[in-house]
């Protein structure tokens, strides 16, 4: 999918304003997982996902895309809106009575195909997207975003061993591998370890990745590079709070809303990068 010259190229860097923005305005947290997630966001919805909104496209046979991690759901809005699908008026009305942006995302809203924010869930719906893609003989591609704490669940490895044995590979999954979750790290939680070698054993291909390093990722998300026959997951290495340094690797920005001293620290952090 080429980018439409009429707005701004997504980036980390204006997902992150944004985050900062919207969740400051509307005082909610989430921040560390939102910021965790924004360099990914910004390969997919830069040229990787083909969102159908090319002239003369047919909408029916684009890909789609599952937030599994429907916690980080700023970070989409701020993705979409930099695409021109969500005008400023919309993405002011986040976390507000009567919208569609709330802070997990709703099918509702133009860009979001599935709902989300039962951790655990993401997977299994993109599984069957694919194979429903597949069983219609559409081209397009499923790609979901995942957070490390979710695959402590035991209905994402029943997913896993559904698209290897369907041979899902028009099935791409990244995992936001930040170590940490809600009440603590995940390695303390239920270790995972080694985790590409679980997703190998279980017939998928598995690739490594710097989860802010927006050239290796898309290298590993071209469509054209997997291998026939297997799903494949990107174990994307990241660090939440990413771009904030008093936000990474702390659990507390989880949850915490930003004080006004804090906000403009973060501010200044994230338009110096």
Known sequence: ???????????????????????????VGHIGSALSVADILAVLFDGSIDSGANPGGDYALRDRFVLSKGHAALALYAALSLQGKLDAAALDSYCGNGSHLAVHPEKELQGVDFSAGSLGQGLSTGTGAALAMRLKGHAGRVRVLLSDAEINEGSTWEAV???AHHKLDNLDVVVDLNGQQALGMTRDVLDLSPMAQRWQAFGWDVREADGHDAQALRAHLNASTGEKGKPRVVLAKTRCGKGVSFMESQIKWHYWPMSDD????ALAEVEAA
Do not use: D
């Not at 980036?11 to 919207?22: D, E, F, P, S, Y």
């Not at 804090?262 to 620290?265: G, L």
């Open 1 to 27: 999918m080429l980018r439409s010259p009429m707005f701004p190229q997504v980036t980390g860097k204006a997902i992150r304003r944004i985050v900062l923005n919207q969740a400051k305005r509307a005082r």
């Open 161 to 163: 061993m559904f698209a």
């Open 262 to 265: 804090e906000y403009a620290s």
